[in-house]
């Protein structure tokens, strides 16, 4: 990992985040005698339990239940960890289990899909964003424990589990059976589409700045010195390390800050800059034009921002997941953790994407999607999730309320856009845009796609 002196004291940024913290921090400090009444009244309940409840309790369960509690009542990304929980957070940063692929989250009780890993086996057998999981091979699991769901979701490759999934849009609940398998996570692929390269960021893990590096190298070779611009796809992006963020962002950036972050102590609070890892733009100036959509979290949000503000690229598709916090794990024991939001993010302009997410410059459905419609009205972004946090400057609903409006420039079917061989109009538009761009600016290249659009 970049960095790694500091890496243990940073966040890692995904919808579940991770940094390393010692347990004596600053925070500690903060606890006074005030709190004594509170413990004394916690302290009387667990009592009360012990000795009326109608069954032996044991000791372990009711301090678990009581530190869930005290957790869960923050924001939904603090969390307890241990045993499974801890296994699947160090399975999440290894990049490597065997499973189906999915990003799952707990919603009122459901196991909703955030969204399938690209190539998964999940994502071949048609899982999408925004379904439910209501049983695994019969058996419910609604109202159960989200760690208990992925354990059984999770086997020996080559063995199936039945799915059983509710779809807006669909009358019935439909079952799908997916064959697990060791999901190796790529964290960054690449491609030449004409002259124009599409770089692919599917999580934010080891070495991805210098893997993106290479890869606009080897783009550089193939086309033969005529590469004519870039795609950086962050779609369905969770998020990863915040090193990596940073330095995916340093690449195309020569100077000013990239992400800062504020927490509640001065020793939380950091300002991340440009040019400290890849001198220069490692792109050589080349058009650049980021996806994103409700899937990009985090630290792709980062990215999207640093890149969005530094006016280095034109952001695409739709607006992003909106998860502006930091989360630090701090361990209690060998085998124990706390994941707890410590800090928010800014972008270089100083705006928290917390709620908002990144709004793209140009929005760009997926119309080659026959179920856009129906998924729109169940995806899932930040804002859905309970006790998040809010944004400091508040939001504007109204303005949040134009995700669900198409603009009228884009018409085209499913079935037309399958006549022309086009499966995803996001890219297919974001490289349409690059080749059309014939050396355009970046700050005119929006104005340029406007003219350009009533033509594709």
Not at 162 to 185: K, M, N, Q, S, Y
């Amino acid at each position: 990992m970049l960095r790694k002196s500091a890496a243990l004291l940073r966040a890692g940024l995904l919808v579940t985040t991770i940094a390393l913290l010692p347990a004596a921090t600053a925070g500690l400090a903060a606890v006074d005698g005030q709190a004594a009444p509170a413990f004394a009244r916690l302290f009387t309940v667990y009592q009360i339990i012990k000795a009326n409840y109608v069954d032996p309790v044991d000791d372990d369960k009711l301090v678990k239940g009581a530190i869930d509690g005290m957790l869960a009542s923050l924001d939904p990304h603090s969390d307890y960890l241990e045993g499974a929980s801890l296994e699947r957070l160090n399975t999440v940063i290894d990049g490597s289990y065997a499973g189906l692929g999915l990003s799952v989250a707990m919603d009122d009780g459901a196991v909703k899909v955030v969204s399938p890993m690209r190539g998964s086996p999940a994502a071949a057998a048609g899982i999408k964003a925004g379904d439910y999981i209501t049983h695994l091979d019969g058996k419910l699991i609604y109202g159960g424990d989200l760690d208990d769901a992925v354990a059984r979701m999770r086997g020996e490759p080559g063995t199936s589990v039945r799915l059983t999934i509710v779809r807006e849009g669909r009358d019935e609940p439909f079952d799908v059976t997916v064959t697990r398998a060791v999901i190796t996570l790529q964290p960054v692929t690449f491609e030449l589409q004409g002259n124009i390269g599409v770089i692919t960021v599917n999580e934010f893990s080891h070495d991805v700045a210098r893997d993106a590096d290479q890869a606009i190298q080897k783009l550089r070779t193939d086309a033969h010195g005529h590469l004519g611009g870039l795609v950086l796809d962050l779609r369905e992006n969770p998020g990863g390390a915040l090193d990596e963020a940073v330095g995916l962002s340093d690449l195309f950036l020569t100077h000013g800050v990239i992400v800062s972050q504020r927490g509640r102590f001065p020793e939380d609070n950091a300002v991340y800059r440009a040019e400290s890892l890849f001198p220069g733009d490692a792109s050589r100036g080349l058009p650049l034009v980021v996806l994103i959509d409700a899937g990009s979290a985090s630290a792709s949000e980062i990215v999207a921002g640093a890149l969005q503000d530094q006016h280095r690229a034109l952001i695409m598709g739709e607006r992003s997941f909106g998860k502006g916090s930091v989360q630090s794990m701090i361990r209690l024991d060998r085998t124990h953790a706390i994941k707890l939001t410590t800090a928010r993010y800014y972008t270089p302009s100083g705006r928290s994407v917390q709620e908002n997410g990144i709004e793209p410059d140009i929005k760009v459905p997926q119309l080659s999607d026959p179920d856009l419609a129906r998924r729109n009205l169940e995806v899932m972004r930040e804002t859905d999730l309970r006790r998040h946090l809010v944004n400091e400057i508040g939001l504007d609903d109204r303005k949040l309320e134009t995700d669900d409006q198409i603009d009228p420039r884009f018409r085209l079917t499913p079935q037309e856009l399958t006549a022309r061989n086009i499966k995803d109009y996001q890219m297919w538009y974001a490289v349409e845009t690059l080749k059309n761009a014939s050396g355009t600016p970046l700050v005119a290249l929006a104005g340029k796609e406007q003219a350009l659009a009533g033509n594709r």
